[in-house]
């Protein structure tokens, strides 16, 4: 999965889409599309990484979940209780 991918994901999860995104953190017109020819620079991918509350390792596919490894552990517990 891309970069451009994930962030698809996320925004669908989130109810907007890539232009609104973009829009809200100030990012020019279609550079979140560009991601997938070009590498991101750092700025704008730390934006949308906390945009999202997400890591830019995440974003990057280098981590396989979005959720840091503390709250997947007290996700995984709390949901073993029921």
């Known amino acids: 999965?891309?970069?451009?991918?994930r962030i698809k994901?996320?925004?669908s999860a989130k109810g907007t889409n890539?232009?609104?995104?973009?829009?809200?953190l100030g990012l020019s017109k279609g550079s979140i599309s560009k991601w997938s020819?070009?590498?991101?620079?750092s700025d704008g991918l730390q934006k949308v990484a906390d945009y999202f509350h997400v890591s830019v390792d995440y974003l990057l596919g280098r981590?396989?979940?979005?959720l840091p490894p503390k709250v997947r552990?007290?996700?995984a517990h709390l949901a073993d209780e029921d």
């Open 9 to 11: 994901d996320l925004c």
């Open 73 to 75: 552990t007290i996700a």
């Open 37 to 41: 020819k070009s590498s991101p620079n």
């Open 1 to 5: 999965m891309t970069i451009v991918d």
């Open 18 to 24: 890539m232009a609104n995104l973009e829009r809200e």
């Open 63 to 66: 981590e396989e979940h979005s």
